[in-house]
């Protein structure tokens, strides 16, 4: 396994400030085509704007803003605010820290995205965060959506986007005050702040001390948080049996269809395509994920060659085998993962699947803009 370190944290205030939005037009966002613009040569990638713009596949907002970016995916609506986060200000602890990190990062992704961002003088997309919003938030965004959006459609991937620009000082007083003394947590994007932090280092006192965000009321439109199932190949299930009992885990065998039937907050499943057995989980204080890597993994004999993470069950099912053991994960839930990073401590990784992410393209900040 490569060794992971924690991001640092950003001191407050929460907030989000404007900048000079660029958008890929309606026909281009959500195409898998659209990817190139953000490819290598990264150094190339602001020449590949300007041809971009020249053709009417992108355009720059005439004065920056904040955004309120709601999109719907597969039925679920999600609305959050897109700005410029301040990552200039390192807190010295989690409580001081206004963005949770809950899972640990690689150093060399982070210095290759960090060189790649320097190249490309761009944020692509915004970092995701998920925050407790209060009423005083979602009053903001009642009166923001008693207007039209600003901008409207579905794109190539079926996704519904509208967006409104805010700009009045009066209502970013009022988020700001409503945002002050609050936490978020990261939901997606773990290598990308951490990047934000390190191109801030590099780069002091200009445009890389903030760093593209979308703070998500979770409370008003939350993000679905799903489960990352883990296939652990070259252990057989004996393997993993043995160091339940080492855990003094209880645990009972069944059918696949009874064990399936059993996957809760309670319960693990594991099985080998034969042999399926139920792990009773002594409470659910802990995620899941958590007291599998803690109390059962860190406790095998033998360790798997390698841990391949999945999505569904499913696909997890169909790739155990004799020597490959599947461990199906019930979803933590986000009470779970905030007492995980308010206690100072860190989710496996991929732990967390917080769906369903916006396609790539509604907004864009281009460094040199401010």
Do not use: C
């Amino acid at each position: 396994m490569h060794s992971v370190v924690t991001p640092p944290y950003v001191a407050g205030p929460l907030m989000l400030a404007p900048f000079r939005g660029l958008f890929l037009s309606p026909t281009q966002v959500g195409d898998p085509a659209s990817v190139r613009l953000f490819g290598r040569p990264y150094r190339a990638a602001a020449e590949r704007l300007d041809t971009w713009a020249a053709r009417g596949r992108i355009r720059a907002d005439a004065a920056p803003a904040v955004y309120l970016h709601e999109y719907t995916s597969t039925g679920i609506t999600i609305r959050g605010f897109v700005g410029l986060l301040d990552v200039s200000r390192r807190a010295t602890s989690i409580h001081e820290a206004v963005v949770l990190p809950h899972e640990g990062v690689h150093p060399a992704q982070v210095a290759e995205l960090t060189d790649r961002m320097h190249e490309m003088g761009l944020n692509p997309a915004p970092i995701l965060l998920a925050h407790r919003g209060g009423e005083a938030t979602r009053r903001v965004v009642r009166g923001i959506q008693e207007r039209p959006p600003d901008r409207q459609y579905d794109d190539r991937s079926g996704q519904r986007h509208r967006i409104w620009a805010v700009r009045g000082e009066d209502v970013l007083t009022e988020l700001a005050a409503a945002w002050a003394g609050k936490q978020a947590l990261l939901a997606d994007g773990h290598h990308r702040y951490a990047a934000y932090l390190e191109l801030q280092r590099r780069r002091p006192g200009g445009p890389a001390s903030t760093g593209l965000a979308m703070l998500v009321d979770h409370d008003d439109t939350p993000l679905h948080l799903g489960a990352i199932h883990r296939v652990l190949s070259g252990l057989p299930l004996a393997g993993l049996e043995a160091a339940l009992v080492t855990a003094g885990l209880s645990y009972r065998r069944g059918t696949a269809e009874e064990a399936v039937a059993d996957l809760s907050p309670r319960h693990i499943v594991a099985g080998d395509g034969r042999r399926w057995l139920v792990i009773d989980l002594p409470s659910t204080e802990h995620p899941a994920v958590e007291v599998l890597h803690r109390d059962i993994l860190d406790r095998l004999t033998t360790p798997p060659h390698h841990v391949i993470h999945v999505h569904t069950a499913p696909e997890a099912l169909g790739k155990a085998g004799p020597r490959s053991t599947a461990v199906l994960l019930p979803a933590p839930s986000l009470d779970q993962v905030e007492r995980v990073v308010l206690a100072g401590r860190l989710l496996p990784e991929k732990a967390t699947s917080f769906q369903p992410k916006p396609s790539p393209g509604p907004l864009i900040r281009r460094l040199s803009d401010g």
